[in-house]
C-alpha cells in the first residue's frame, strides 16, 4: 500500500496550463498557452493599450501547470499587423480550503481536507519565431499538509511546526509556423500550427520530498475563435523525481501528454470579463516510488475574472474573480492505492495585477 504524503508533480500552465496553467491580460490584452495569431503570433507592444483599439487573438503557449496569461479582441481583417516582440508580466493569488494531496491523512486516518495560499508570477510574451510562457508558483499548505520535521526512531520525517511549502515552475516556448515562414498557415477552424517544447520543475519540504523534473514537447494547433485562443498540443512528457518515503530516485516512462489552453473575452453589460485556463491528461508513466503502476491523470483550472481596473479607469491591469481546480489521479496515482485523496474539487478566489 502506497504511503506517501505528499504531491507528485503533474500539471498547469499555465499556465497558461495552469498550462498549463497553466502556464497564459484579459479583457483584451494578450494571454499565455500556446496559440498563434495569422502568419504571426498575436500580441502587443503596449500591454495596456487603449481597449478603443482591437487585437487579434494570440499567444501560442501552453501552460499545463500554472497560469494563463492573456488574449486580444480580433480586428477587421487587414487593418492592423501585429507586433513580433510583446511582452506581459504580472502577479497573482489565489487561495481555496478543499485541496487533498495522495497519502495526506488526518490522524484519525481520514483524507486530509488541506487549505492552501498560492502566491504567482508569469510573464509571457512574443519573440521573432513564436512566443514563451514562463510561471513560479509558491504554493504554502495549512497545517493539515505539514512539512517535514526531524526523523524518528524508524528513519520517517514527523511533521514540522508549520505547513508544507512548494515551489512549482512551468515554462513554455512555442515556435509558430506562421511566424518562421512568414506567411499564413490557416486552413478551415485551425488558425496556425507549430512546435512546443516546455519543462516543469518543482520541490517540496513535507515527507515526501518531491523534486519534480519534467519535460514536454509535441506538435501545436492554434484554432481559430474570436476575442480570444484556443491551442492544443499532443506529445509526450518524461518526468524523474524523489519518493521520501522510500528514499529513491524515480525515473518514469516517457508518457502521452495532451494539454490545452484557452482565453475568451466578453461582456455582460458594462462588466468586462475573461474566461481562461487550462486542461492537461497524462498517460501512464510506469511505476511509482512504492512499486505502484501509475493510471492517467486529469488536471483542468479555469478562471472567471473581471477587468476591475477598468472601473479605476487602468483596464488590463487589475482582475478579480473566481477560479476551479479539478484533479483526478493526482500524480497518476490510482484511487485504489490512496482511497479519498487522489482527487481535488476546489472553487477559488483569484486576483491579478499586470505590469
Known amino acids: 500500500m502506497k504511503k506517501t504524503i505528499a504531491i507528485r508533480t503533474p500539471l498547469l500552465s499555465v499556465a497558461v496550463l495552469s498550462c498549463f496553467a497553466g502556464a497564459a491580460h484579459a479583457a483584451d490584452t494578450s494571454q499565455t498557452a500556446e496559440g498563434a495569431a495569422q502568419p504571426a503570433q498575436v500580441a502587443q507592444t503596449d500591454s495596456k493599450a487603449s481597449s478603443a483599439t482591437p487585437i487579434p487573438a494570440a499567444a501560442p503557449l501552453t501552460l499545463s501547470q500554472a497560469s494563463t496569461v492573456t488574449a486580444p479582441l480580433s480586428p477587421p481583417p487587414g487593418l492592423y499587423t501585429p507586433p513580433t516582440s510583446w511582452n506581459d508580466t504580472y502577479i497573482g493569488y489565489r487561495v481555496g480550503t478543499n485541496f487533498y494531496y495522495p497519502g495526506v491523512r488526518t490522524e484519525a486516518g481520514a483524507p486530509a481536507k488541506i487549505t492552501q495560499n498560492i502566491g504567482y508570477l508569469t510573464t509571457t510574451g512574443g519573440f521573432k519565431f513564436g512566443s514563451y510562457a514562463f510561471n513560479v508558483d509558491y504554493l504554502v499548505s495549512s497545517m493539515a499538509n505539514p512539512e517535514a520535521g526531524p526523523t524518528n526512531q524508524y528513519g520517517y520525517p514527523t511533521p514540522g511546526s508549520g505547513g508544507a511549502q512548494e515551489l512549482y515552475s512551468v515554462g513554455r516556448v512555442s515556435f ?169 474539487s476546489v472553487p477559488m478566489f483569484v486576483a491579478e495585477i499586470h505590469f
Not at 509556423?177 to 490557416?186: D, L, T, V, Y
Not at 492517467?296 to 479607469?313: H, I, K, M, P, W
Request: without cysteine; neutral net charge.
Open 176 to 344: 509558430s509556423a506562421g511566424k518562421i515562414f512568414g506567411r499564413p498557415f490557416s486552413y478551415g477552424f485551425m488558425r496556425d500550427f507549430g512546435l512546443t517544447v516546455g519543462y516543469e520543475f518543482g520541490t517540496k519540504n513535507d515527507a515526501f520530498a518531491q523534486r519534480a523534473r519534467m519535460v514536454v514537447v509535441g506538435p501545436t494547433i492554434d484554432l481559430a475563435i474570436p476575442n480570444g485562443f484556443w491551442n492544443i498540443t499532443l506529445g509526450v512528457r518524461t518526468e524523474s523525481n524523489h519518493d521520501g518515503i522510500t528514499n529513491v530516485e524515480v525515473h518514469f516512462n516517457p508518457a502521452v501528454h495532451l494539454e490545452s489552453s484557452w482565453l475568451y473575452n466578453f461582456r455582460i453589460g458594462p462588466v468586462p470579463l475573461v474566461f481562461k485556463g487550462f486542461a492537461s491528461v497524462t498517460g501512464p508513466k510506469g511505476k511509482d516510488g512504492a512499486g505502484v503502476e501509475t493510471t492517467t491523470e486529469f488536471l483542468t483550472r479555469a478562471y472567471l475574472l473581471a477587468d476591475v481596473g477598468s472601473f479605476a479607469g487602468h483596464p488590463r491591469t487589475a482582475y478579480m474573480g473566481l477560479g476551479y481546480e479539478y484533479w483526478h489521479n493526482m500524480y497518476g496515482t490510482p484511487a485504489s492505492e490512496q482511497p479519498g485523496t487522489t482527487q481535488t
